[in-house]
């Protein structure tokens, strides 16, 4: 009646790295419905006018650092 030690094999120890969804606008920070969403090189935005505002704020950051 000797305790068995329980051996993890490395499958079990390295699990894969969970892809996190985004929920919330990048431009507002609202909530993302999935019947309403704009979708824009790989990212959600809640509409096409938060699209351009975060276009426009990137842009104008790009051109402060250059200065």
Do not use: H
């Not at 009646?1 to 892809?19: F, L």
């Not at 431009?27 to 426009?56: H, M, T």
């Amino acid at each position: 009646m000797a305790a068995e030690v329980v051996k993890e094999t490395p499958a079990e120890t390295e699990a894969k790295p969970k892809i996190e969804k985004q929920t919330n606008c990048l431009a507002c920070n609202k909530i993302i419905k999935k019947l309403k969403r704009y979708y824009r090189d790989g990212k959600f935005y809640c509409s096409k006018k938060c699209w351009r505002v975060f276009i426009d704020k990137s842009k104008a950051e790009k051109t402060e650092e250059n200065k």
